[in-house]
């Protein structure tokens, strides 16, 4: 049984940095395409990355693009969201989770599992 662990998130100020963390468990994690999602208050969840199997791509939504890098350690088994000038708008519970294909997780298809997510916020 695949599992997804997210590390703690946190209240950081704007313009802050912040690095999520996931762990895989039960399965390879080079066999799983990786992404984050996020949901803010009253929002619906949304894509924010994916990064394919072997780590050689990667997708984002655009309100991040230049922001947000993710990255994956297949040796650890682990995915990461690295969050830099972080905005109030960011604050949301980000969810970790994987699938087959990172160019359909970017379209929000695919989703085989999740993590039980984490809470950011960012204060202004």
């Known amino acids: 049984q695949v599992q997804l662990v997210e590390s703690a998130g946190g209240l950081v100020q704007a313009g802050d940095s912040l690095r999520l963390s996931c762990v895989v468990s039960?399965?390879?994690?080079?066999?799983?395409?990786m992404g984050w999602f996020r949901q803010a208050p009253g929002k619906e969840r949304e894509f924010v990355a994916a990064v394919s199997r072997a780590g050689s791509r990667t997708y984002y939504v655009d309100s991040i693009k230049g922001r947000f890098t993710i990255s994956r350690d297949n040796a650890k088994n682990t995915v990461y969201l690295q969050m830099n000038s972080l905005k109030p708008e960011d604050t949301a519970v980000y969810y970790c989770?994987?699938?087959?294909?990172?160019?359909?997780?970017?379209?929000?298809?695919?989703?085989?599992?999740w993590g039980q997510g984490t809470q950011v916020t960012v204060s202004s």
């Open positions: 989770a994987a699938g087959s294909v990172s160019g359909q997780m970017a379209l929000s298809r695919g989703i085989d599992y």
């Open positions: 039960g399965r390879t994690s080079s066999t799983l395409a």
